[in-house]
Every structure is written in C-alpha cells, then in structure tokens.
C-alpha cells in the first residue's frame, strides 16, 4: 500500500477494496489470475471486453481465445479467462479465453 500513498489510502472505503488493491499490486508481468466474466462488447476489429463484477472491463484480442473464432462470440456470453498485465504497460488484458 505504500507506493499508493494518503490519497490512495483516503479514498478506499472498505477493506475488501483495500485486499483488491493489493491483490493487484502484487501482480508481476508474466502472472496471471484467473476469473469469469461475460463478453460486454466486440468490435470488428478482432478485439473485445469482458465485464467482471466488481472490476473494470478488460480488454481481449481474438488471438487470446482458446476454443472458438471471434466471429462465433456474442455480447452477454460467459467466459473463462486469465487476466495478465499487459507487456506493453496498458493495463490488464484476458488471455486464454474460453467459452463456457
């Protein structure tokens, strides 16, 4: 919690925040933690979201799907997945995806 310092600390309300943002923080590149979720949007572009209750949306491209095309996907359907933090420093993405 120390690198997030007073602000940080202030605006959290709860202690189950608290745990998630150390959960997070402790994450490296290259761990990964895995979760559901349902398909939020789709772009025809290749990529996606996937909403998660209680967590911002992440973001996924059709090479992180496992076991079907992007084009066989729907808003609304669940999915297994891993969240892993971005190489490139943009935040969590989804690997690994699979329908369920």
Do not use: C, W
Not at 1 to 7: E, S, V
Not at 27 to 54: H, S
């Amino acid at each position: 919690m120390a690198q997030f310092g007073l602000a940080a600390r202030a605006l959290l309300g709860t202690a189950s925040d608290e745990l998630a943002v150390r959960r997070l923080s402790s994450r490296r590149k290259g761990e990964t933690v895995a979760t559901t979720g349902r398909i939020k949007r789709l772009t025809d572009r290749n990529f996606g979201f996937i909403g998660v209750d209680g967590r911002d949306d992440v973001f996924f491209h059709a090479s992180a799907l496992l076991d079907s095309s992007f084009d066989s996907l729907r808003e609304g359907q669940t999915v297994e997945f891993d969240v892993e933090v971005d190489p490139r420093g943009k935040g969590d993405r989804a690997a690994n995806v699979k329908t369920t």
